[in-house]
T-cell receptor
Framework: GAVVSQHPSWVICKSGTSVKIECRSLDFQATTMFWYRQFPKQSLMLMATSNEGSKATYEQGVEKDKFLINHASLTLSTLTVTSAHPEDSSFYIC??????????????FGPGTRLTVT | AQKVTQAQTEISVVEKEDVTLDCVYETRDTTYYLFWYKQPPSGELVFLIRRNSFDEQNEISGRYSWNFQKSTSSFNFTITASQVVDSAVYFCALRESAGGTSYGKLTFGQGTILTVHP
């Protein structure tokens, strides 16, 4: 099956700094990538949808100036948490979509990135 | 708006017991997909099953089985003869069918923490 990687797998940063998380589709081209956030013992919540070559679409309540998403190529999307604060500590998971034809799509999840802001 | 409800927050069973995880969904779409994912302590989501709204056949895969009932908007998951390795968080999810740039985004339930004791 298709593989999606994320880097780093975990990161600790100081409050006020920025952190970049990469999401790569290793063996397929992903026209769309999704970024989810999962707080401890909670569900996954969609943050934004990232389409190659265009601006990301953010879900209600997600600050687009704080969570910068760049989908520069068909295999790479990045999420930058700017001026991170402890409340941004979370598990960030990306998902890449591949269209297999017609109505059908396949979606693959990355392994996640655990961010801790101290 | 779509919604997925997993009413069971936590379930604890003893090994070899059967356990059913409930999932109820709401959607206005007539065409949609339902999913179950397993999230072990490592955090990486493991895909278990995908079912489209036109296929109400129940499915069995080894010790896993799924019961899809469109009439009650439920998609329940049963593990037969549970094992300690089944301990994880299980998520039910719904995917919208509408087109557009957000096509493919998943709405997750709150998750059910399953603990199987030896």
């Amino acid at each position: 099956g298709a593989v999606v990687s994320q880097h780093p797998s975990w990161v600790i940063c100081k409050s006020g700094t920025s952190v970049k998380i990469e999401c790569r589709s290793l063996d397929f081209q992903a026209t769309t990538m999704f970024w989810y956030r999962q707080f401890p013992k909670q569900s996954l919540m969609l943050m934004a949808t990232s389409n190659e070559g265009s601006k990301a679409t953010y879900e209600q309540g997600v600050e687009k100036d704080k969570f910068l998403i760049n989908h520069a190529s068909l295999t790479l999307s990045t999420l930058t948490v700017t001026s991170a604060h402890p409340e941004d500590s979370s598990f960030y998971i990306c998902s890449a979509r591949i269209k297999t034809g017609g109505f059908n799509v396949e979606q693959y999840f990355g392994p996640g990135t655990r961010l801790t802001v101290t | 708006a779509q919604k997925v409800t997993q009413a069971q927050t936590e379930i604890s069973v003893v090994e070899k017991e059967d356990v059913t995880l409930d999932c109820v969904y709401e959607t206005r779409d007539t065409t949609y997909y339902l999913f179950w994912y397993k999230q072990p302590p490592s955090g990486e989501l493991v895909f278990l099953i995908r079912r489209n709204s036109f296929d109400e056949q129940n499915e069995i895969s080894g010790r896993y089985s799924w019961n899809f009932q469109k009439s009650t908007s439920s998609f329940n998951f049963t593990i037969t003869a549970s094992q300690v390795v089944d301990s994880a968080v299980y998520f039910c999810a719904l995917r919208e069918s509408a087109g557009g740039t957000s096509y493919g985004k998943l709405t997750f339930g709150q998750g059910t923490i399953l603990t199987v004791h030896p």
